[in-house]
């Protein structure tokens, strides 16, 4: 959090990489932190609640910022914990793991985009669009063709329909508690050898 504050070169799309990257490992230390397995096991099961109502607020950064960290290496390390997990939220948290899966370019998620219903308000998973665009610029240039404007065609409409994303977000009427999103501003994450550390602390016990 302190780079994203102290250096105002990272702006746009590194800063909502960066952000992501900032939720995914707060929520990866959060569960390391919590050392009691009862409570750890608690802790993941509220994390699974929150992510099947970002799937039913059509948040989709949020849900999968929260399955990238339950589907971590460190966190499926935690086998004792997983295993007193309630059967009912282990199966929401299935299912809401084959709507994100990367399998066949994201076929899943693409299915509920398609199917969304904008005035309920839409968060985009960006990293969709940003690979959308990376495969559209890999893309062979026709011969002799100096403008490809194909790409161009195809480079449009992918922001554009990330825009339309952005732009349905402001739809949400959501009351919000200036304590909770202060908290949520400003989190902080435990680093890689904080980390290993604390999954070395439990072992044995998770």
């Known amino acids: ?14 800063l909502c ?9 707060w929520i990866i230390s959060e569960i390391l932190l919590t050392k009691d397995i009862t409570l750890r096991k608690l802790t993941i099961q509220r994390f699974i609640h929150i992510a099947q109502n970002c799937m ?41 793991e084959k709507i994100s899966s990367p399998f066949k370019n994201f076929a899943n ?10 005035s309920k308000g839409c968060v985009p998973f960006l990293g969709l669009y940003l690979s959308d665009l990376i495969f559209n610029k ?43 999103l202060s908290k949520c ?3 902080k994450a435990l680093d890689e050898e904080e980390m290993n550390e604390c999954l070395k602390d439990i072992e044995g016990t998770v």
């Open 138 to 180: 890999e893309k062979n240039s026709t011969k002799n063709d100096l403008i490809n404007f194909n790409k161009f065609r195809t480079d449009s409409k992918i922001v554009k329909s990330l825009i339309q994303c952005i732009q349905w977000s402001t739809l949400y009427r959501l009351d919000s508690a200036d304590e909770v």
């Open 56 to 96: 039913m607020l059509q948040n989709y950064s949020t849900l999968m910022e929260i399955l990238l960290a339950l589907g971590s290496d460190k966190i499926l390390k935690l086998k004792n914990t997983w295993r007193i997990i309630e059967p009912g939220d282990i199966l929401i948290y299935k299912n809401l």
């Open 1 to 14: 959090l302190e780079l994203l504050i102290q250096n105002e070169t990272i702006k746009g799309i590194d």
């Open 185 to 187: 501003l400003y989190i």
């Open 17 to 25: 990489i960066s952000r992501f990257n900032l939720t995914v490992n």
């Open 109 to 118: 998620l693409r299915n509920e985009l398609n199917n969304l219903k904008p």
